[in-house]
């Protein structure tokens, strides 16, 4: 089993982990997580759990060491660390959208704004139809590390949709690589930070997907 470990995946983790921190998709300690699926072997690699013993002040201090590994039903399959409590979310999201290879669940400012308020992000950017799939939708709330907080997401998420809130949480968005795991991150709280901005300008004017693109680009 430790053979099919792929150590390139825990450096990939540990690397990601600075940019997260300066990203701010955390403000500190293990709040937000990260995980990356190894299509070839179904392991997953995430940000660990900060137990007695192991605690770092911010994830740009994750060494590829600290990186844990479980397959798909959660199970630890290699090293000493626990993954992340909201692994069940994670889990529950690659079985639902097999495509997805990596997930970012960052606790932004913006976006925890319309989490903590419960309230839907509206489509108003052509980058959200592009890039996120439109609206971004808050998921009924769970207590963090509850499997429910995965089956709420997922509902969130639908078939299409790259993008969700945890009401009083943060937002989740998917990807195929940690690139665009934080392209999409950067998209979605700059679309937030745009939705609350409009209310002061006489508030917010949604558009749908059908009116995204010219017709005759299509």
Not at 104 to 131: C, N, T, V, Y
Request: some cysteine; glycine content about 6%; overall charge negative.
């Amino acid at each position: 089993m430790k053979s099919r470990i792929k150590f390139e995946y825990k450096e990939l983790m540990a690397n990601s982990a600075k940019q997260f921190y300066e990203d701010q998709c955390s403000p500190a300690f293990d709040s937000g997580d990260m995980s990356i699926r190894d299509l070839d072997t179904g392991y997953i690699y995430a940000y660990p759990n900060m137990k007695p013993g192991f605690q770092v002040f911010t994830w740009a201090e994750l060494k590829p060491e600290n990186i844990a590994v479980v397959d798909i039903e959660g199970n630890i399959v290699d090293g000493d660390y626990e993954p992340t409590i909201e692994m069940p979310m994670h889990l529950e999201i690659y079985k639902a959208r097999p495509e997805t290879k990596v997930i970012l669940h960052s606790h932004h400012i913006w976006s925890s704004m319309f989490a903590s308020a419960r309230k839907d992000i509206p489509f108003l950017l052509a980058e959200q139809g592009l890039f996120l799939g439109g609206e971004t939708l808050c998921a009924e709330y769970a207590p963090a590390g509850a499997l429910a907080v995965g089956t709420n997401i997922v509902k969130a998420l639908g078939k299409d949709r790259n993008a969700a809130l945890l009401a009083n949480h943060g937002a989740v968005v998917l990807a195929g690589s940690i690139s665009e795991a934080f392209a999409r991150s950067k998209f979605l709280e700059h679309a937030a930070q745009v939705a609350i901005f409009t209310h002061l300008i006489g508030g917010p004017v949604p558009i749908t997907m059908d009116e995204l693109l010219d017709p005759s680009l299509m």
